[in-house]
């Protein structure tokens, strides 16, 4: 190609591009020729604004002390009526509450005392009444199906049943058809028996007498349920079954006694017949006012023909 043909088709190409940028930039207008609004210029002013005020630093820290002294006067008072306020529900349940730890642990006390709670729990459990008490009282004894203590634990059901010799035995020594057969057993808590059987059925007795109520003869039956009742029901017929029997024990108390009650028990009775007058202890209701109102039910029941459910609705 012609040199000068080229740099003549150059020059033309040069010269059009720099005219396109020409209108390019005239094209681009990013600010208005005259401004709009009113632009005013601001005063920086020279004084500090606010007030501000210096402090002696001896009285910065005596405030500080006064400060902190008085936080902990809050706390302390704050702690002192936490405490007066469980110290006051402690004095009405024996639970424990609030009895604090030591780090993640409990306390000694705290512990040990747990420990012998549970302890006198596992007595309660295991361990027999004193053969003692039952002579005193006149009662003979005759056992369940049950074999030892683990066979009962684990088999409620025969627990609930008497064994071939004590049937023959009862059928044998007690009074048949009376109005009120009463019976004890150990169940769960022999300490239960120990402790309140005594006071419990002789107060009971005395009830009875007095309002002429005629009793079966007392025995009792060496690890027995509360349905045991319904079978003493179908041999001797009385009235009322009222069977006196250990609770399972807890750790505030081990020997807590109740009084399940039934109108003419027989086998399939159903629960909502029974009545049960529990917590008989030292600490909950004591033996001899419990045997005095057992009296007086015993006679509500024999008015009324039922006990349970159907004795509250025939009341209403």
Same mark, same amino acid.
């Given at each position: 190609?012609?040199?000068?043909?080229?740099?003549?088709?150059?020059?033309?190409?040069?010269?059009?591009?720099? +005219?396109?940028?020409?209108?390019?930039?005239?094209?681009?207008? &990013?600010?208005?020729?005259?401004?709009?609004?009113? &632009?005013? /210029?601001?005063?920086?002013?020279?004084?500090?604004?606010?007030?501000?005020?210096?402090?002696?630093?001896?009285?910065?820290?005596?405030?500080?002390?006064?400060?902190?002294?008085? +936080?902990?006067?809050?706390?302390?008072?704050?702690?002192?009526?936490?405490?007066?306020?469980?110290?006051?529900?402690?004095?009405?349940?024996?639970?424990?509450?609030?009895?604090?730890?030591?780090?993640?642990?409990?306390?000694?006390?705290?512990?040990?005392?747990?420990?012998?709670?549970?302890?006198?729990?596992?007595?309660?459990?295991?361990? /027999?009444?004193?053969?003692?008490?039952?002579?005193?009282?006149?009662?003979?004894?005759?056992?369940?199906?049950?074999?030892?203590?683990?066979?009962?634990?684990?088999?409620?059901?025969?627990?609930?049943?008497?064994?071939?010799?004590?049937?023959?035995?009862?059928?044998?020594?007690?009074?048949?058809?009376?109005?009120?057969?009463?019976? #004890?057993?150990?169940?769960?808590?022999?300490?239960?028996?120990?402790?309140?059987?005594?006071?419990?059925?002789?107060?009971?007795?005395?009830?009875?007498?007095?309002?002429?109520?005629? +009793?079966?003869?007392?025995?009792?039956?060496?690890?027995?349920?509360?349905?045991?009742?319904?079978?003493?029901? /179908?041999?001797?017929?009385?009235?009322?079954?009222?069977?006196?029997?250990?609770?399972?024990?807890?750790?505030?108390?081990?020997?807590?006694?109740?009084?399940?009650?039934?109108?003419?028990?027989?086998?399939?009775?159903?629960? #909502?017949?029974?009545?049960?007058?529990?917590?008989?202890?030292?600490?909950?209701?004591?033996?001899?006012?419990?045997?005095?109102?057992?009296?007086? &039910?015993?006679?509500?029941?024999?008015?009324?023909?039922?006990?349970?459910?159907?004795?509250?609705?025939?009341?209403?």
């Amino acid at each position: 190609m012609n040199e000068q043909l080229i740099k003549e088709i150059t020059k033309m190409v040069v010269e059009k591009l720099q +005219m396109n940028d020409v209108q390019e930039q005239q094209n681009i207008n &990013l600010y208005p020729d005259d401004p709009r609004g009113s &632009l005013t /210029e601001a005063s920086i002013s020279t004084e500090p604004v606010g007030e501000v005020k210096f402090y002696p630093s001896h009285e910065t820290t005596r405030n500080l002390e006064n400060v902190n002294l008085q +936080m902990k006067n809050e706390q302390a008072s704050k702690e002192e009526d936490k405490e007066k306020y469980f110290t006051e529900l402690r004095k009405k349940t024996p639970a424990r509450i609030a009895v604090g730890r030591a780090g993640t642990r409990p306390k000694t006390n705290t512990w040990l005392q747990f420990r012998f709670d549970h302890a006198a729990a596992v007595d309660a459990v295991y361990g /027999e009444v004193p053969k003692e008490i039952l002579e005193r009282l006149n009662f003979f004894q005759v056992n369940t199906r049950v074999l030892d203590k683990e066979e009962y634990i684990r088999r409620p059901d025969l627990g609930r049943r008497l064994s071939d010799d004590s049937k023959r035995v009862i059928l044998d020594k007690c009074k048949h058809s009376p109005k009120v057969q009463i019976v #004890a057993s150990n169940g769960l808590s022999a300490k239960a028996l120990e402790e309140n059987l005594e006071d419990v059925y002789l107060s009971l007795e005395q009830s009875l007498k007095n309002l002429n109520i005629e +009793m079966g003869t007392t025995f009792y039956v060496d690890k027995g349920r509360v349905a045991l009742m319904d079978e003493i029901g /179908e041999l001797l017929q009385p009235d009322i079954v009222i069977i006196l029997i250990g609770e399972r024990p807890g750790l505030v108390s081990a020997e807590s006694l109740s009084a399940y009650i039934c109108y003419k028990p027989r086998i399939g009775t159903i629960e #909502a017949d029974r009545m049960v007058i529990s917590n008989i202890h030292k600490g909950g209701i004591p033996s001899v006012e419990a045997g005095a109102y057992l009296g007086t &039910l015993i006679q509500k029941i024999l008015k009324y023909e039922a006990s349970g459910v159907s004795l509250v609705r025939k009341e209403e």
